[in-house]
């Protein structure tokens, strides 16, 4: 039964039409190396930045701009023309949470607890304009109208007040009246005995047919760091779910592409190579077993397809960020039965490889292997065959009791056939 099942999975990842792993023409990436933003087009790579050091580089929906952020007190948001190679000012101090709308060329930010959204036309940024106050987080709604948000909760002498969730289109203008009420979290989540208090929410993602939205509950700062909570809300705000305990890692969740079925790495305690297993959900069923081998653990996930998911997976360890933590290699699993298969051999000299990323466009799997403060990029067919570097040395995202955000130094963006469109491949 296992072999069959492997074979399966060998065969499914082939089956897909592919161009070879060796031709990135269609694929572009923004990076960080040495503190500034790089570019790299097909064989071809450009520094876009200068001065302070930047992060956070994302694509806009049609591949022609690169937004980042700039400074390490009060970050400034610039947005770059890869068409005319100049850049240009969206904001010049305190910005954060930027976010490209998912069909157009409209910029979101935030400046503090103001959201706010510019439009980024050929001649360059329009004046930003306040959306909403007092958001905590958010996320563009699928059709790019307007916003989910939410409102963190407040201590009052009465006690805390409830976290909220907002539907506020593009042009509130912070006007409250066109601001409407999806739902009020509880006061405090509980699930299979770890209880938390509902303080605020990290950004949501939509399942594949929009009638669903999953999102992490999480308590105050010090608390979040060992135990925030995995939830799902109905589209219409009426069916509320917590589906298990994890950690505050936005990218430690994710639907399937075509199947309202969701990932996520659960488990608490801030040491990622501790306790951290891949399970999967959905709206109508309880969270799966764990996916993931005794003594192992996973981290960062990517769907292949309906039945496939690839992690980065390594031993289990009990000892914390004094020690070097143990290596990690990307796996294959097989949806339901979790039969897993290595798809890259044992990285050498404590590196580690991390972030998976499908490239739909192109059938072709990206990851980084890191090591200390540097990484590489790497290509390869689903399957792990043909593997290669495709770029050499970029900024490793800082590190925290092992996890990192892989989308502070890199963003990928694939070009599709019909004029110029774009698939969006990191937030």
């Not at 501790?274 to 764990?290: D, I, Q």
């Not at 991390?354 to 403060?373: C, D, E, F, H, K």
Request: proline share 7%; net charge neutral; aromatic share 10%.
């Amino acid at each position: 039964m296992l072999l069959r099942a492997l074979l399966l999975f060998c065969l499914l990842l082939v089956s897909v039409p592919t161009s070879s792993a060796a031709d990135s023409a269609s694929l572009s990436a923004a990076f960080i190396r040495d503190g500034f933003v790089w570019i790299k087009q097909g064989t071809t790579e450009w520094k876009i930045s200068q001065g302070q050091p930047c992060t956070s580089p994302c694509w806009s929906p049609d591949g022609r701009w690169v937004a980042y952020l700039q400074g390490t007190s009060k970050q400034q948001l610039y947005v770059y023309d890869t068409k005319t190679k100049r850049t240009h000012t969206v904001y010049s101090g305190g910005a954060s949470q930027i976010a490209w709308a998912p069909d157009h060329n409209t910029l979101a930010f935030q400046i503090g607890g103001v959201l706010n959204v510019s439009d980024i036309t050929p001649d360059g940024p329009t004046p930003f304009r306040n959306v909403a106050l007092a958001v905590d987080n958010y996320s563009w709604q699928p059709d790019g109208s307007g916003f989910l948000v939410s409102s963190a909760a407040c201590l009052t002498p009465a006690g805390w007040t409830n976290p909220k969730l907002y539907t506020v289109p593009t042009d509130a203008k912070l006007d409250p009246k066109k601001v409407q009420l999806l739902y009020t979290l509880p006061n405090e989540i509980s699930k299979d005995g770890a209880t938390i208090q509902a303080i605020g929410t990290s950004s949501f993602k939509w399942s594949p047919d929009h009638s669903w939205i999953a999102f992490i509950v999480s308590p105050t700062a010090s608390l979040s760091m060992d135990s925030d909570m995995l939830c799902i809300v109905s589209a219409d705000g009426r069916t509320f779910r917590v589906i298990g305990e994890m950690l505050n890692s936005d990218l430690w969740f994710a639907w399937a592409p075509s199947e309202n079925r969701l990932a996520y790495i659960a488990g608490g305690g801030r040491y990622a190579f501790e306790n951290k297993k891949l399970r999967l959900s959905s709206p109508t069923a309880v969270p799966s077993a764990p996916l993931t081998p005794d003594g192992y653990v996973d981290r960062d996930l990517t769907w292949v397809s309906n039945t496939h998911l690839v992690v980065s997976r390594a031993k289990e360890s009990k000892l914390f960020a004094s020690t070097s933590p143990p290596p990690s290699r990307l796996y294959g699993v097989t949806i339901p039965g979790g039969v897993a298969r290595a798809l890259t051999d044992t990285p050498m000299n404590g590196a580690s490889d991390i972030a998976p990323v499908y490239l739909p466009r192109s059938n072709q799997l990206a990851w980084q292997r890191a090591r200390g403060t540097e990484a590489d990029v790497w290509l390869s067919r689903p399957d792990g065959s043909v593997p290669r570097i495709w770029i050499n040395r970029i900024d490793a995202a800082p590190s925290y009791y092992g996890r990192s955000r892989s989308d502070d130094v890199l963003s990928l963006y694939e070009r599709t056939e019909q004029a110029e469109q774009s698939t969006f491949l990191l937030p």
